[in-house]
């Protein structure tokens, strides 16, 4: 695994390079002074940034809530939930939260596309970007929407539909020139994406969410965001799910001191994800959904804290816990 510290100004570096389960299968770091940030090197060609074919993670969107401009976030980022997962030829997208736009901006350069999109759910913080993602603009590019936490009456292009619906938004979904399909699933199912597996689970969050392992040849990253625990106890569910996994991105909204007065809010600690990791044996924890009174000063803290419950180097070759901020990159 290869290794880079990451630009000072990782929001610069994105704008300017710019039981058995069914099986369903899709077509086709710390940032303070104290702390050396972990970054994986991204693979360019001819201007493109090239499929590789390890399993690889960057981090386009890592705040909760909403999206957060200003200087005081400059340096962990301000947008709201975006991941791409490449592995095996494929591209994998994971919400599309504010931080999708600028993901958008990059592959709009690299048509034809074939994508998909993964949801853990479809709160505004995660879905509020969609409508400014470039690749559905472009005629050539087909865009898979899934979703996995949906019940009846909703579905999937409901709920895009009714956000693109007056008097939220001016054009309805008619506008999106690429060809796009919404397509369900219930949380549990096994999926596939080319040679890529996922395993799915329920999470504990207000109107439903879906955590993810994604896993490739010998690698697994898993995405468990918007959850939230009970204390004194371990999520079984999602200690299965992530057993063993090289990297595991946890919701982290708030610190067990704060978490008291946020009960019912649907969300999580870094400290409880650093038991869960713990628990299931995971290589490496990123710290992800950071609460929007979390600012850059804010988050140095926790990156000190966590690297002191979780030093070290896991068998990645990454450290055993990183803060995710804007551009990070992990390959494990």
């Not at 490449?86 to 994971?94: E, P, Q, W």
Request: glycine share 10%.
């Amino acid at each position: 695994m290869a290794a880079w510290p990451a630009p000072p100004d990782s929001g610069q570096y994105a704008r300017d390079h710019g039981p058995a389960r069914r099986r369903r299968v899709c077509k086709g770091g710390s940032v303070d002074g104290n702390h050396q940030p972990v970054d994986s090197g991204v693979e360019r060609l001819h201007g493109k940034v090239s499929l590789a074919e390890g399993l690889k993670v960057r981090f386009w969107g890592v705040r909760g809530s909403i999206s957060c401009p200003g200087a005081e976030y400059a340096r962990y980022g301000g947008n709201t939930s975006c991941l791409e997962v490449t592995a095996g030829g494929r591209r994998l997208i994971f919400d599309a939260g504010t931080g999708i736009r600028t993901l958008g901006v990059e592959l709009a350069r690299q048509a034809p596309l074939d994508l998909d999109i993964y949801f853990t759910h479809t709160h505004l913080d995660h879905i509020s970007g969609l409508t400014f993602f470039a690749p559905l603009f472009e005629r050539r590019n087909s865009v898979r929407m899934w979703a996995g936490h949906l019940e009846a009456p909703y579905t999937l292009k409901k709920v895009v539909g009714h956000l693109m619906q007056a008097p939220l938004y001016p054009v309805s979904l008619d506008v999106f020139q690429a060809s796009v399909e919404f397509r369900e699933f219930t949380a549990g199912e096994t999926l596939s994406c080319g040679t890529i597996g996922l395993r799915t689970a329920s999470l504990h969050h207000p109107n439903g969410a879906t955590g993810y392992r994604i896993d490739y040849r010998d690698k697994s990253i898993c995405y468990i965001t918007d959850t939230e625990h009970h204390e004194g106890q371990r999520d079984q569910t999602i200690v299965d799910l992530c057993r063993g996994a090289d990297v595991m991105i946890y919701d982290s909204s708030y610190t067990d001191e704060e978490y008291a007065r946020y009960r019912g809010w649907g969300h999580s600690t870094w400290q409880e994800g650093v038991r869960i990791a713990d628990a299931a044996d995971v290589g490496t924890l990123a710290i992800f959904h950071h609460d929007p009174s979390h600012d850059d000063a804010f988050m140095d803290g926790v990156a000190r804290e966590a690297a002191a419950l979780r030093p070290g180097t896991a068998a990645n070759g990454l450290p055993r816990v990183v803060v995710a901020h804007e551009g990070l990159t992990l390959s494990p």
